[in-house]
């Protein structure tokens, strides 16, 4: 539990003086993405694969910034005789620039699967470094991101080992215009502990954006 | 009888004596033959020099001698020669005004009565006006000798009326304005006009015309100079040279191998999935054109908006002068002027 608050006051710090502000700017992205699951244990493993939404949401109050982040889609097996399951999963992140290149993120993120047997449910506390790179004008931005989680539980017995993830993408954005394109790729890993079980989750999203001031 | 044949020598020495004499002095002796109470030699020697050509003699002579010839006329009990003195003499200046002071009542007396009688108009315009818009007016100042009809009007080269300026009685005095318009009110082209003023008489008949030549010349304006156009010295570089593109190859590059490489470092467990592959291109696609524009010469929105401002401000600067251009083309300024009166006596 203390391993759980501790971020927590650190991101109720970050956000006490953003809300003193005006919002600077709001933006949101919607899409869809194409995830593909995969678990690994000692006695076997499954893939799935499927669609999902994705929305994600941002409010920019300088220099933090508040992202939101929720997906919704449903996997089926690839082979064998996995159980489909639906997919659940969003998060909030406080971001801080310290540089126009770099934010640093940090929030709890939940995922969920739910199957007929069962609902398995991750909780992290995650942090975030965010690079971004000009690829044109500042309009064209190449960008990656590392995550690994502070904290993390779940639900299944032997609990969890711990998480880390990454995200490489691209974005599109027409000058003088309020709207983007947004194609990433995402891919994760949370371990259960001793490593009973590995379960990564890949995506491919392309979203459309609009934001302003 | 001896009287007689005396007069007769005595005009007759006068008479080679004057042959020798201007008619200014012969104005003179007749005026002091006057003041003798000489009438017949005042009236022999006024006649003489008023029988001269108009040019031997002049304006203010003429008036003096005929006022003179009228009223040693008058003592020579020749009051209708007195009365046709005065009644040219009217013609010829109606502004006249006999001195009560040098002449008894007998004769002032008749001149009034002749004044009563001779309709004549002297009018008096500035030699040169310039009218150089509304409210600006060509003066005509008409003098009258008696009340009387006239009317002032200003005609074309051909006769015609261009337009009636004053129908109606004159007293004493009449100012009347000439706005250098024509009867529709626009401006008349350059050329020549006359001013003519029109004296009738009791029965509606032309008795005096006099006549002043205009001359008529349109004037524009000065237009304003145009404004001089940006010196080039002035204005910053709009574009920068290109950049080499590397830091979007390179930014593309990095991003591509790490979407390669992402699942073996974060998902060791896993297969990597093949879709990653589709960003990956996406973005190798879009750092080749980034590279390219990048080597592309880089426009500079500063100095393109500080150009853009100046050249703003010299195209307000050049608007307002062609307005105000346009609006002085539009207006019409009349050079008029005056020539010397011609009097036309009888219809």
Request: glycine share 10%; hydrophobic share 45%.
């Amino acid at each position: 539990m203390t391993r759980l608050a501790a971020p927590l006051v650190l991101l109720l710090l970050a956000a006490r003086p953003a809300a003193a502000q005006l919002p600077r700017y709001v933006g949101v992205d919607v899409g869809v993405s194409s995830a593909s699951f995969q678990s690994t244990a000692p006695g076997g493993g499954e893939k799935l694969s499927g669609f999902a939404g994705v929305g994600h949401w941002r409010i920019v109050l300088r220099p933090v910034s508040i992202d939101v982040a929720y997906t919704q889609g449903r996997l089926s097996a690839d082979t064998g005789s996995a159980v489909p399951r639906a997919l659940v999963d969003g998060s909030v992140f406080a971001t801080y620039r310290p540089v126009p290149w770099l934010a640093l993120k940090a929030g709890p993120h939940v995922r969920a699967f739910a199957a007929t047997g069962g609902t398995e449910r991750w909780m992290l506390w995650e942090g975030r470094a965010h690079a971004d790179a000009p690829l044109l004008d500042g309009e064209w931005q190449a960008y990656g991101e590392l995550w690994v989680a502070l904290a993390s539980s779940v639900n299944v017995t032997p609990g969890s080992g711990g998480a880390r993830g990454a995200e490489a993408g691209l974005t599109l954005k027409l000058p003088q215009s309020p709207v983007w394109a947004r194609l990433a790729y995402a891919v994760d890993q949370m371990r259960l502990r001793n490593d009973a079980r590995t379960e990564s989750l890949q995506s491919v999203a392309l979203t459309f954006g609009f934001g302003g001031r | 009888m001896t009287r007689a044949a005396l007069l007769a020598a005595a005009l007759g020495l006068v008479a080679g004596a004057a042959r020798a004499q201007t008619p200014a002095d012969l104005i003179g002796r007749g005026v002091r033959a006057y003041q003798n109470l000489d009438y017949d030699s005042a009236a022999a020697f006024l006649a003489r020099a008023l029988a001269k050509p108009d040019s031997a003699l002049g304006d203010s002579d003429r008036v003096r001698g005929l006022v003179y010839l009228g009223a040693s006329d008058l003592y020579r009990d020749k009051r209708d020669s007195a009365a046709a003195a005065f009644a040219r003499l009217l013609r010829l200046d109606p502004r006249y005004h006999i001195d009560q002071l040098v002449f008894p009542p007998e004769i002032t007396g008749l001149f009034q009565q002749v004044r009563l009688v001779t309709r004549a108009v002297a009018v008096v315009v500035p030699p040169a006006v310039e009218l150089r818009g509304a409210g600006d007016a060509l003066p005509i100042s008409l003098y009258a000798t008696t009340f009387h009809p006239v009317e002032v009007a200003v005609l074309k080269p051909d006769g015609s009326s261009l337009r009636t300026l004053y129908q109606g009685g004159v007293g004493d005095s009449l100012v009347v304005h000439w706005d250098g318009r024509a009867a529709d009110g626009s401006p008349p082209d350059s050329g020549s006009y006359v001013l003519q003023v029109v004296s009738r008489g009791s029965d509606g008949r032309v008795v005096r015309t006099v006549s002043l030549p205009l001359e008529v010349a349109r004037v524009r304006r000065d237009t304003l100079p145009w404004p001089a156009p940006v010196a080039d010295s002035l204005l910053l570089p709009e574009q920068a040279p290109g950049r080499s593109g590397m830091r979007a190859l390179g930014a593309g590059f990095a991003t591509v191998l790490a979407i390669a490489v992402l699942p073996s470092l974060v998902a060791s467990s896993a297969s990597a999935s093949a879709n990653r592959f589709v960003v990956a291109g996406g973005i190798s696609i879009a750092a080749i054109l980034g590279f390219r524009g990048e080597r592309r010469p880089q426009p500079i929105d500063a100095n393109i908006a500080a150009n853009r401002a100046l050249q703003d401000t010299w195209q307000r600067q050049a608007d307002s002068v062609h307005a105000v251009n346009v609006t002085r083309g539009r207006e019409v300024r009349l050079r008029i002027r005056t020539g010397a009166a011609q009097v036309t006596e009888g219809p």
